[in-house]
């Protein structure tokens, strides 16, 4: 028989210090010879990211050497920074951002010595290729060496002696994924300008490879100021295939005879936002067939394109959440996940459709007592439009609530803003829904997976949109009786963490509040910012300074004399992308203000946290913060935190 207890007081076995030690990030993986690699991100070790290998027979081991952390910082974001070639590993190590090389050894050797290839300068790499013929990488290089805005183009850098390196492509503020067609004589690749950033508007180019190694006319293949290319990649028999969202959506073509030609078009994402370099979508397993994955209504599917007769048939897979797909041969290497597992390296043999599980995230086994199963919802917002989100109810076999108790919401505020949620499996959402608490994760307009127009619903609506969706998200399950209407709190990390700071000034729907490196000022934001978000607000807000008004308008820390609820910030101390003196301005002012207020600072953290220790306080102090202000006890004790003004 369930015990009764009230809402956020349930004892759950999902903890904090469970989260930290048991989980991990594992990012693509991909073949080299008979073997299987991916990368992994451990809390564990400080956020540190390694390159994992698989022979054949499963014996798994670390390739990276202790003390190197493979991780690019390019774009601030970083992404794909490594390439294997004639059992060598070329990488960027994160300390000090030079590429280096490394002999692969022996599996289950000690790992070999990694030594630098590139010199000691401000320069940092991502994205490479090897262009063997001319015994080198081709990668995106972003020069730091010159006071003001960093300087980004393509470069050819000898595998032999990394300081020899050849300018390919300048001009454009951003490139990226170079590609080199099958037999070596042309390169594509992606490039746009300021103020638009990639899924706005980029371009495909395409360049024959002259004999001195540089490149000849370059040829526009498709995009512009209005149009989002992702993923060039080249067919095995030649062929440029790349992502287009011209139709609306993101949809796949191929270059023929000088024309695009689209593949299967559908209201459908075959492509998604560009934060990162690497990101992928799909692979051949033949000159005549792709393996693509897509998003729609919600879910990804992973399906067998036949290039001659354009059928693409989906494999029928448990897993919801499908990411960078990796064809090799009849063998096909994604991260995947769904609401019930979490992510894992899988692959799927196409001669029998079979799977096999390469490595987890999480070791995990959770009874399905306490864990909580989301339910896709659709709610009415602003302008008769709908907007979307997922809705998890609490969940504990242990306990049950008091008659008549509604249980508090968190309305969580996903970054970018320019992304999405999914229904993945996440322990740190039931880390909340386990204690008693209700989940809506918002897909605001202006998310991803939804085509151009629901993505373009923010342009000049940030801080309006966004706030309104999760507002009227959190109002729909109060009228459903869902919730209780006087325990509602939003949360959200960077873009996230500004929308519930506009969340909380602007409205007054909810009763607390928890930022994550969140943005207060815009207006500092637009002055204190790395070059690849320097002009992101220009589409989302109005360009600076003529639209000044706009940026004062929707500043949270000029409204702070309309916050009237709780406030909890986070901050990493080495944020480039929102640095922290946008959270402490927002603490001071709340402060003086007389409401709860408190604010953890972590030594050493980034824009987004990445060592356990810090994670693991992060979730407890939030937790601690809302026990205190909803007037609940926790079920087992945590590191208290200071709150300014509590009781005041």
Same mark, same amino acid.
């Given at each position: 028989?369930?015990?009764?207890?009230?809402?956020?007081?349930?004892?759950?076995?999902?903890?904090?210090?469970?989260?930290?030690?048991?989980?991990?990030?594992?990012?693509?993986?991909?073949?080299? &010879?008979?073997?299987?690699?991916?990368?992994?991100?451990?809390?564990?070790?400080?956020?540190?990211?390694?390159?994992?290998? +698989?022979?054949?027979?499963?014996?798994?081991?670390?390739?990276?050497?202790?003390?190197?952390?493979?991780?690019?910082?390019?774009?601030?974001?970083?992404?794909?920074?490594?390439?294997?070639?004639?059992?060598?590993?070329?990488?960027?190590?994160?300390?000090?951002?030079?590429?280096?090389?490394?002999?692969?050894?022996?599996?289950?050797?000690?790992?070999?010595?990694?030594?630098?290839?590139?010199?000691?300068?401000?320069?940092?790499?991502a994205d490479p290729v090897v262009d063997h013929a001319r015994g080198?990488?081709?990668?995106?290089?972003?020069?730091?060496?010159?006071?003001?805005?960093?300087?980004?183009?393509?470069?050819?850098?000898?595998?032999?002696?990394?300081?020899?390196?050849?300018?390919?492509?300048?001009?454009?503020?951003?490139?990226?994924?170079?590609?080199?067609?099958?037999?070596?004589?042309?390169?594509?690749?992606?490039?746009?300008?300021?103020?638009?950033?990639?899924?706005?508007?980029?371009?495909?180019?395409?360049?024959?490879?002259?004999?001195?190694?540089?490149?000849?006319?370059?040829?526009?293949?498709?995009?512009?100021?209005?149009?989002?290319?992702?993923?060039?990649?080249?067919?095995?028999?030649?062929?440029?295939?790349?992502?287009?969202? +011209?139709?609306?959506?993101?949809?796949?073509?191929?270059?023929?005879?000088?024309?695009?030609?689209?593949?299967?078009?559908?209201?459908?994402?075959?492509?998604?936002?560009?934060?990162?370099?690497?990101?992928?979508?799909?692979?051949?397993?033949?000159?005549?067939?792709?393996?693509?994955?897509?998003?729609?209504?919600?879910?990804?599917?992973?399906?067998?394109?036949?290039?001659?007769?354009?059928?693409?048939?989906?494999?029928?897979?448990?897993?919801?959440?499908?990411?960078?797909?990796?064809?090799?041969?009849?063998?096909?290497?994604?991260?995947?996940?769904?609401?019930?597992?979490?992510?894992?390296?899988?692959?799927?043999?196409?001669?029998?459709?079979?799977?096999?599980?390469?490595?987890?995230?999480?070791?995990?086994?959770?009874?399905?007592?306490?864990?909580?199963?989301?339910?896709?919802?659709?709610?009415?917002?602003?302008?008769?439009?709908?907007?979307?989100?997922?809705?998890?109810?609490?969940?504990?076999?242990?306990?049950?609530?008091?008659?008549?108790?509604?249980?508090?919401?968190?309305?969580?505020?996903?970054?970018?803003?320019?992304?999405?949620?999914?229904?993945?499996?996440?322990?740190?959402?039931?880390?909340?829904?386990?204690? &008693?608490?209700?989940?809506?994760?918002?897909?605001?307009?202006?998310?991803?997976?939804?085509?151009?127009?629901?993505?373009?619903?923010?342009?000049?609506?940030?801080?309006?949109?966004?706030?309104d969706d999760c507002c009227n998200g959190a109002l729909y399950l109060?009228?459903?009786?869902?919730?209780?209407?006087?325990?509602?709190?939003?949360?959200?990390?960077?873009?996230?963490?500004?929308?519930?700071?506009?969340?909380?000034?602007? +409205?007054?729907?909810?009763?607390?509040?928890?930022?994550?490196?969140?943005?207060?000022?815009?207006?500092?934001?637009?002055?204190?910012?790395?070059?690849?978000?320097?002009?992101?607000?220009?589409?989302?807000?109005?360009?600076?300074?003529? +639209?000044?008004?706009?940026?004062?308008?929707?500043?949270?820390?000029?409204?702070?004399?309309?916050?009237?609820?709780?406030?909890?910030?986070?901050?990493?101390?080495?944020?480039?992308?929102?640095?922290?003196?946008?959270?402490?301005?927002?603490?001071?002012?709340?402060?003086?203000?007389?409401?709860?207020?408190?604010?953890?600072?972590?030594?050493?953290?980034?824009?987004?946290?990445?060592?356990?220790?810090?994670?693991?306080?992060?979730?407890?102090?939030?937790?601690?913060?809302?026990?205190?202000?909803?007037?609940?006890?926790?079920?087992?004790?945590?590191?208290?935190?200071?709150?300014?003004?509590?009781?005041?």
């Open positions: 028989m369930p015990a009764t207890a009230s809402y956020g007081s349930w004892k759950s076995p999902i903890t904090s210090e469970l989260i930290v030690s048991k989980n991990i990030s594992l990012g693509g993986a991909f073949t080299a &010879g008979d073997d299987v690699f991916w990368t992994e991100s451990r809390p564990a070790e400080k956020g540190r990211n390694v390159l994992v290998r +698989r022979t054949p027979d499963g014996y798994t081991s670390d390739v990276t050497p202790p003390g190197f952390n493979v991780r690019s910082t390019v774009h601030e974001y970083g992404g794909r920074c490594l390439v294997i070639h004639e059992g060598k590993v070329y990488f960027s190590n994160f300390a000090d951002q030079r590429l280096y090389v490394q002999i692969l050894g022996r599996p289950g050797g000690p790992a070999p010595e990694a030594l630098p290839l590139t010199p000691e300068i401000a320069w940092r790499y080198r990488l081709i990668c995106v290089r972003e020069d730091h060496t010159q006071p003001g805005e960093a300087v980004n183009c393509l470069v050819g850098i000898s595998l032999q002696d990394g300081a020899q390196q050849k300018i390919l492509a300048s001009g454009y503020n951003f490139y990226s994924t170079p590609r080199l067609s099958p037999d070596g004589t042309h390169l594509a690749w992606l490039s746009w300008n300021h103020p638009n950033m990639p899924w706005d508007g980029s371009e495909l180019w395409l360049a024959p490879i002259l004999a001195d190694g540089s490149l000849g006319e370059a040829q526009l293949v498709a995009g512009g100021l209005e149009e989002s290319i992702f993923q060039p990649e080249w067919s095995p028999d030649g062929v440029l295939y790349f992502v287009s969202d +011209r139709s609306g959506w993101w949809n796949l073509y191929r270059w023929v005879d000088g024309k695009s030609e689209a593949l299967c078009p559908m209201e459908a994402e075959f492509g998604g936002p560009q934060w990162s370099f690497g990101a992928a979508t799909y692979g051949f397993a033949s000159a005549g067939k792709m393996i693509c994955s897509y998003e729609q209504n919600g879910e990804t599917h992973l399906a067998d394109l036949d290039l001659s007769t354009l059928v693409l048939a989906p494999f029928d897979l448990p897993y919801t959440d499908i990411y960078r797909p990796f064809v090799s041969g009849q063998k096909v290497y994604f991260t995947g996940g769904s609401s019930v597992q979490s992510f894992c390296v899988v692959c799927l043999d196409l001669a029998t459709n079979q799977t096999e599980v390469l490595r987890r995230s999480s070791d995990l086994v959770i009874n399905t007592g306490y864990l909580s199963i989301p339910e896709l919802l659709e709610f009415p917002t602003e302008n008769s439009l709908t907007a979307y989100g997922y809705y998890y109810a609490p969940k504990n076999q242990d306990y049950a609530p008091p008659a008549g108790e509604l249980p508090p919401l968190l309305v969580l505020s996903h970054g970018g803003p320019t992304g999405a949620t999914s229904a993945g499996f996440s322990l740190g959402i039931q880390y909340w829904t386990s204690r &008693g608490f209700a989940i809506l994760d918002v897909n605001y307009g202006g998310s991803t997976g939804y085509g151009r127009l629901y993505r373009q619903r923010l342009n000049g609506n940030w801080g309006v949109v966004d706030v109060a009228r459903q009786g869902k919730v209780d209407p006087q325990r509602l709190a939003i949360r959200g990390g960077s873009a996230g963490g500004y929308t519930t700071l506009c969340a909380l000034a602007l +409205r007054q729907v909810f009763k607390a509040g928890a930022s994550h490196f969140g943005i207060g000022d815009l207006t500092t934001f637009v002055y204190d910012t790395h070059k690849f978000e320097s002009r992101y607000l220009d589409r989302l807000v109005g360009p600076y300074p003529e +639209r000044k008004d706009l940026y004062y308008e929707r500043s949270a820390i000029n409204y702070v004399d309309q916050i009237s609820c709780p406030l909890i910030l986070f901050q990493g101390l080495e944020d480039k992308v929102v640095p922290p003196s946008q959270s402490q301005a927002m603490f001071d002012a709340v402060k003086a203000k007389g409401l709860p207020v408190a604010y953890l600072a972590f030594e050493g953290e980034q824009h987004g946290f990445r060592k356990a220790e810090n994670i693991q306080r992060a979730l407890d102090a939030e937790l601690y913060f809302y026990g205190k202000v909803f007037g609940f006890e926790l079920a087992e004790p945590v590191e208290p935190v200071q709150i300014e003004n509590l009781g005041g």
